[in-house]
C-alpha cells in the first residue's frame, strides 16, 4: 500500500498520559501513519513496574494458590487512571473485570502476559479515532506454536487494506484452537514487522525512548556517536550481540520485502533516529565499523586430538553430546587438531562436568581445556569489506590497553569480527576498540 507507514510504540512511549498525547500528536501529524502497533504500559520511572511483568505475576499468584487481588489493583488503576486522563469514552473496567476472571480461573501465561497489549491497545485505538483489531483475528501460529508466516500474511492483507486507519496490539496472535499465543518479549516489533509487510508499507517506525542505536552501550563508552544507517546484517550481528533497541527477529518479515525500519525517538520526534536498510543498498557515507557490541559469561570448551582433521564425524561427535544434554553452542572455532566450543554459562549449568564425561568416552582427546568467565564482544560493519588493517587496529587497541584476546572467530560474509576476552576486560575492550574506530 503506498503512502503508508506502520508505526510501532513500545512501553515507554506509552507509560501514562503524557507519554499518550505525545503518540497522538505523532501519529496525527503524518496521514500516512496508517497502522499503529502499541505495546503494554512500561515504566513511569525507575521505581515503576511494567504492566507485563505484573501480569506474569498474576499469573504466578494463581498457579500456587496465592491471591492475586493486591497485584492486579495495581493493573487496574494504572487502566483506570489513564482513561480518566485521557477522557476517552471505553468502558475499560468492564475488561479489566473479565481480565480478572479468566487468570483467576487458570488462564495460560501468554493469555495474562498479551492483556497489557490488548488493553493498551483498545485505549489507544479509542484516543486516536483509529480502528482496533485484535491481533487473535490475523496472526497465527500453528498447532506446534510455530509462527503461521503464510496464513498470517494473507489474513493481514485482506483485513487491513480494507480499513484505512487501525491500532493492531502487539506481542500476541492465536493458536488453531483460539487460544492466545504470545511471542518471546519484546515481540511487539515483531507484529510491527509482520504488519508492515502485510500491507506492503513505505516504512515501518520503531518508536522508542532512544534516538536510534548507537556504536556502543552508553553504559560502557561516553556519549557514543549515533549511527545514522544500518543494514539488516549489520542490525543482526548487533542485536544478537545485546544491542536490543530493537527485537533481532523483528528484521526478517520486513527484510523480504525490502521495507526500510527507522528507529525513532518519540520524546525527541524531530531526532533523524536510525534508518535499517537493505543489505545491498550502497552506504557512501559508512565508517570502517559500525558497532561494536558484546556479552558476558561464556565457557570455552577446547578439545584437542592428534590428526583430528582427518578423522571423519569428530565435530558431529562433539557437537552430538552437547544436543543430547539440551545445550546449544555460540561459536565453534577450530584448528588443525583442535575444536573449541563457546557456549552460555546459562546453558551449563550443572551439565558441565556430564558433559566433560562424555566427550572424554566418545571422543578420545588428547587434551581438554576449560576456560570460565569469558566475554564475546562483536566488531560489527559492512566497511570491514573495502578496509585494509581493521584487525591490526583491533588488536593494537587492545594490546595497548594490556587485554589478552583469548579467541578470534571471523564469519564468511566479512561484516564482523568477534574477539574473546575474559569477563573482567569485557568493558575495557568495548572502549579501546570504539576509541579506535570512533575518531
Keep these: 500500500m503506498k503512502n503508508t507507514i506502520v508505526a510501532k510504540f513500545g512501553g515507554s512511549s506509552l507509560a501514562d498520559s503524557l507519554q499518550f498525547n505525545k503518540v497522538k500528536a505523532i501519529v496525527l501529524g503524518d496521514e500516512r501513519r496508517k497502522y499503529i502497533i502499541p505495546s503494554a504500559p512500561g515504566k513511569r520511572n525507575k521505581g515503576d513496574q511494567k504492566i507485563t511483568d505484573l501480569l506474569y505475576l498474576c499469573q504466578a499468584h494463581v498457579q500456587h494458590n496465592i491471591a492475586f487481588n493486591d497485584v492486579f489493583n495495581v493493573i487496574e488503576n494504572r487502566f483506570l487512571q489513564l482513561v480518566e486522563e485521557l477522557d476517552v469514552t471505553i468502558d ?17 501465561a501468554d493469555y495474562t502476559a498479551s492483556r497489557g497489549e490488548y488493553l493498551n491497545g483498545l485505549i489507544l485505538s479509542d484516543f486516536l479515532h483509529y480502528e482496533f483489531v485484535d491481533p487473535a483475528e490475523i496472526i497465527f501460529f500453528k498447532k506446534n506454536g510455530i509462527f503461521d508466516e503464510e496464513r498470517t500474511q494473507k489474513a493481514v492483507s485482506e483485513r487491513l487494506l480494507k480499513i484505512d486507519k487501525a491500532v493492531i496490539p502487539g506481542f500476541y496472535g492465536s493458536m488453531p484452537n483460539g487460544n492466545i499465543k504470545t511471542f518471546s518479549r519484546g515481540g511487539s516489533d515483531i507484529t510491527g514487522s509482520i504488519i508492515a509487510r502485510g500491507v506492503n508499507a513505505d516504512l515501518y517506525e520503531n518508536w522508542t525512548d532512544v534516538s536510534g542505536f548507537l556504536m556502543a552501550d552508553p553504559r560502557i563508552v561516553e556519549n557514543p556517536k549515533s549511527i545514522k ?18 527485537h533481532e527477529e523483528a528484521i526478517f518479515p520486513v527484510k523480504r520485502e525490502g521495507i526500510p525500519i527507522n528507529i525513532k525517538n518519540t520524546n525527541s520526534p524531530d531526532d533523524e533516529g536510525t534508518f535499517i536498510i537493505n543489505d545491498l543498498e550502497l552506504l557512501n557515507d559508512m565508517g570502517t565499523i559500525t558497532g561494536v557490541a558484546g556479552k558476558k559469561d561464556f565457557t570455552v570448551i577446547t578439545i584437542e586430538k592428534n590428526m583430528m582433521n582427518i578423522e571423519q564425524g569428530y565435530c558431529r561427535k562433539v557437537l552430538s553430546i552437547l544436543e543430547e544434554n539440551s545445550v546449544s553452542f555460540e561459536h565453534m572455532p577450530s584448528g588443525v587438531d583442535t575444536v573449541s566450543l563457546v557456549v552460555a554459562q546459562s546453558q551449563l549449568q550443572d551439565k558441565l562436568e556430564k558433559i566433560l564425561k562424555e566427550i572424554e568416552m566418545k571422543c578420545n582427546p588428547d587434551n581438554i581445556e576449560i576456560h570460565p568467565n569469558m566475554a564475546l564482544v562483536a566488531i560489527v560493519g559492512r566497511g570491514m569489506l573495502r578496509s585494509i588493517g581493521t584487525s591490526a587496529r583491533i588488536f593494537d587497541a587492545l594490546a595497548k590497553n594490556d587485554i589478552n584476546v583469548r579467541m578470534i572467530s571471523q564469519g564468511s560474509s566479512e561484516i564482523n569480527i568477534i574477539v574473546g576476552v575474559e569477563n573482567k576486560d569485557f568493558e575495557n575492550a568495548i572502549r579501546a576498540i570504539y576509541n579506535a574506530f570512533s575518531k
Excluded at 475499560?92 to 495460560?108: C, D, R, T, V
Excluded at 549489520?234 to 536490543?244: F, K, N, P, Q, V
Design 92 to 108: 475499560i473496567k468492564k475488561y479489566l473485570e473479565e481480565i480478572k476472571i479468566n487468570i483467576a480461573q487458570g488462564a495460560s
Design 229 to 246: 544507517k544500518i543494514t539488516y546484517r549489520e542490525l543482526r550481528e548487533l542485536s544478537y550481540m545485546g544491542a536490543t533497541v530493537l
